[in-house]
């Protein structure tokens, strides 16, 4: 019995004339044309973009009609047969076919992915089969490869993966963007007081998802000196735009003992890091969508790693803007929060690199940031990237007692809940730092994809949660 094996081991490989090998491969038919005498099917397993062509010689016994006519595009097949050099154009080797088995049919008549070229659009609406289209083959697999290189570049670096809950009480952001988790019964709520009885609900208090962990992973990095935290992160933004999701993928490192410059240094060198791991590892895919969107996806990839990332204040940003002449749709003035048009201009028009931005106004961050003696900015820093404007946001954390807690007073926070987030100020407290990568907005930079429901296999965004 021959194993199967992956369309990945075979593509790329020589073989001298007249050798062959015995071969069984299996996967989902993109294409099949040929004539009475002979069919050339397209077959593609999802292990790399390409695809192998198998020959079926139709005068065999092995293909009668009957058989040929149950194999047309989305079918799945497993494959005998044995590897050949091939004539054919574009491939170095092929299957000539000995049998084929029909694993899966696939009616022509309704199967939504029968023709090639539909547009992403169309694709979102069938995102249960969408995976199996060129496009999201290639974005899939370099989601993969850059959780991978994530986890690598903090695993080299003597970084402790640390998981933290997706389930909590407390607002890190304080956005007050949280979907809510509950099992009290929503058509009678246990009321008292005139307010909800949280304490009948599940953990005895009210909870959400997580919209951060970061507040977590500073208890950790309080205790391993360097953590990083990576899973899912919610948040009930009611914002339709091609940059946010309502459910999406962060990573959070957290260092002690790192000052902001620190921290600005790692986030260079990693988002470096990955950018050069999908190079090296990811060619195939990166040139496919190079070739299929975004012409200059890998001259954009290849610019990021030759410049040195822009350091500057978001005072000094604002004074650019404000000089710069350009139309932009909201006004930019000091104290308000920069919009991605912002962000882009100062990156794609006025530096041409990457922008790492520092000291925002203290009443647009979140209370967390250090505070800086001139009373009105935090040590908070934004890293702008082309095509997506703010790609990782974090900070160096306040780690003094008082002026955190006089902070969250200023803020209102209810610091009943803050207390055990408060003891890592009041037991050995040191300086410390830490930043948020939204996964998703690096994949769009990496895969030169445009809107970030397209590199997430399944998007939650408003209204949609189907599949
Ligand atoms: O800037 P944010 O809100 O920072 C934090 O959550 C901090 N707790 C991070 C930290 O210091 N540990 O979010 C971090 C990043 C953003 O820069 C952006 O890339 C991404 O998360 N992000 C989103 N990505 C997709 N959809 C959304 N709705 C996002 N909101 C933020
Ligand atoms: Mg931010």
Not at 45 to 66: H, K, M, R, W, Y
Not at 93 to 109: H, K, R, T
Not at 293 to 320: P, W
Not at 384 to 391: C, K, M, R, S, V
């Amino acid at each position: 019995m021959l194993t199967h094996t992956e369309i990945k081991k075979l593509i790329g490989l020589t073989l001298a004339e007249g050798e062959s090998r015995p071969v069984q491969i299996k996967g989902w038919v993109r294409t099949k044309r040929g004539n009475k005498q002979v069919a050339f099917i397209a077959l593609n397993d999802g292990s790399c973009v390409q695809t192998i062509q198998v020959v079926a010689d139709l005068n065999a016994p092995a293909f009668p009609e009957d058989l040929m006519k149950r194999i047309t595009t989305g079918a799945c097949l497993c494959v005998n047969g044995r590897l050949v050099p091939s004539m054919g154009k574009g491939q170095s080797v092929e299957i000539q076919a000995d049998s084929i088995d029909v694993l899966g049919e696939a009616d022509p008549e309704v199967y939504p992915l029968q023709k090639k070229g539909h547009s992403l659009e169309f694709l979102r609406e069938i995102a249960h089969l969408r995976p199996r289209t060129n496009t999201f083959g290639a974005v899939l697999r370099l989601r993969h490869e850059m959780a991978y290189a994530l986890h690598t570049f903090y695993h080299e670096r003597g970084f402790y993966y640390l998981h933290t809950p997706l389930i909590t009480a407390s607002d890190c952001e304080g956005a007050g963007e949280m979907f809510q988790v509950t099992t009290l019964p929503l058509n009678q709520l246990p009321m008292k007081d005139g307010k909800i009885d949280y304490s009948q609900d599940f953990f005895g208090r009210q909870t959400s998802l997580t919209v951060s962990g970061q507040l977590e992973g500073e208890l950790g990095a309080m205790a391993l000196s360097k953590i990083y935290t990576f899973g899912p992160t919610f948040r009930a933004e009611n914002s339709n735009t091609p940059r946010h999701l309502a459910e999406f993928w962060m990573n959070e490192p957290e260092m002690a003992f790192y000052e902001i410059e620190d921290n600005m240094d790692l986030a260079e060198e990693f988002l470096k890091y990955l950018t050069t791991y999908a190079l090296e590892h990811c060619g195939d895919d990166l040139r496919f969508l190079n070739d299929m969107y975004d012409k200059e996806l890998i001259s954009r990839l290849e610019g990021v790693l030759k410049t040195r990332f822009e350091r500057l204040t978001y005072t000094q940003a604002v004074d650019i803007l404000k000089s710069s002449g350009a139309k932009f749709e909201f006004k930019v003035d000091w104290g308000t929060d920069l919009q991605s048009e912002h962000e882009r201009y100062l990156v794609e028009k006025h530096f041409k690199r990457p922008v790492i931005l520092t000291d925002y106004p203290k009443d647009i961050k979140a209370f967390y940031m250090k505070q800086n003696d001139d009373g009105k900015t935090v040590r908070g820093m934004d890293v702008l990237f082309p095509q997506i404007g703010e790609i990782i946001g974090g900070s160096q954390r306040e780690e003094n007692l008082d002026k955190l807690q006089r902070r969250i007073q200023e803020l209102h926070i209810p610091d009943k809940d803050m207390w055990w987030y408060l003891d890592t100020r009041r037991f050995g407290s040191a300086p410390h730092s830490g930043f948020g990568l939204g996964f998703e907005r690096l994949l769009l930079f990496i895969t030169g994809m445009t809107n970030i429901r397209d590199v997430i296999p399944f998007p939650r965004y408003p209204q949609n949660a189907e599949f």
